[in-house]
């Protein structure tokens, strides 16, 4: 009987702790999408100069408060620069990644849904004619790319320009989130596939000749290789490149930076020239690093434009045995 009462009450304490937490739980994510709802619909109805000015400052007042991200952020800068910059320009730039993270929060709602006019006014780009004519191969590109600037907008700027474009993503933590984040990558001519779904998809988007938009300047756990990133060895994603050597599908690299004037560039490189020695394994590392370094050149030149608050350098590459 004393057995069965413990039982009883071990399992009737369990569930309440359960119950507290999953509540505690739900009540956070219902606070972060009104908070998000709010953002989106602000940035749909703001006239975008005070949309800007209201992100840009909510941005900086964000920086202000104490948090495990502003302190990534200072730590990053201070390990790529630590060595060229002050203090005082490390603290300024950071507060600016902050501040660009907020503007691009509300470009990305706002520009997405612009007039074609509008939108072709906002976003410039370099020539298009190297990229279409690998498009028209009919092969599908893949469209490597990163968290630098209005990144949001790139699978908008292709499709605007008439390039049936895809990309991928992880499924959010409420399901209130996910549809606004499905939302905002959502548009004509633009499909959005969660990454738990089949890769099978993804290759016949491709064989249906669309651009794929992959991010890969994060340190996540998909297949990948270590490789330098703004100097620093960084665990890479390796699936893109890997697919477009196996493949022979044409790739390039995206990336967008926001201007002096709040118009935004998207820089495109040539298609890449993959090594092809007959080492496969060898072959992708050297070609992932070509795609990392063109994307460091961006965030180089824009560097309080990129997500430092990234834990981009967390899984350390393996110790080297030395043999006798």
Not at 26 to 36: D, G, R
Request: include cysteine; glycine fraction near 6%.
């Amino acid at each position: 009987m004393v057995c069965g009462t413990t039982n009883y009450f071990a399992a009737a304490l369990s569930f309440i702790f359960t119950s507290t937490v999953v509540t505690a739980k739900f009540i956070k994510n219902s606070i972060l999408y009104l908070f998000a709802k709010t953002a989106f619909l602000f940035a749909l109805l703001l006239p975008r100069a005070a949309g800007l000015r209201l992100f840009g400052a909510a941005g900086r007042l964000a920086f202000l408060f104490p948090n495990r991200e502003k302190r990534r952020t200072l730590e990053h800068l201070r390990c790529i620069f630590g060595a060229t910059w002050t203090e005082d320009k490390i603290s300024v730039t950071a507060r600016s990644v902050y501040e660009s993270l907020g503007r691009n929060l509300f470009d990305a709602v706002k520009i997405s849904r612009a007039p074609e006019k509008t939108f072709h006014a906002i976003v410039k780009h370099d020539d298009l004619a190297e990229f279409k004519s690998a498009f028209d191969r009919g092969k599908g590109v893949i469209v490597i790319t990163a968290h630098v600037g209005c990144f949001e907008l790139l699978l908008h700027f292709f499709a605007r320009h008439g390039f049936k474009s895809f990309a991928i993503g992880q499924r959010s933590f409420d399901q209130r989130l996910d549809s606004l984040i499905r939302a905002i990558r959502s548009g004509e001519d633009i499909d959005y596939m969660d990454r738990t779904e089949s890769p099978r998809k993804i290759i016949r988007w491709l064989q249906e000749g669309r651009a794929f938009g992959v991010l890969i300047d994060q340190d996540t756990r998909v297949e990948g290789v270590f490789a330098r990133f703004l100097g620093k060895i960084a665990y890479t994603p390796s699936g893109p490149v890997r697919m477009a050597m196996r493949f022979k599908i044409p790739a390039i690299v995206a990336t967008t930076a926001r201007q002096p004037d709040n118009t935004h560039y998207v820089y495109l490189s040539r298609i890449l020239e993959f090594a092809d020695t007959g080492d496969f394994e060898k072959d992708l590392a050297a070609n992932v690093q070509m795609a990392n370094d063109l994307i460091c050149e961006t965030i180089m030149r824009f560097p309080e434009q990129w997500v430092w608050m990234h834990r981009r350098w967390k899984t350390r590459p393996p110790p080297i045995s030395l043999k006798a």
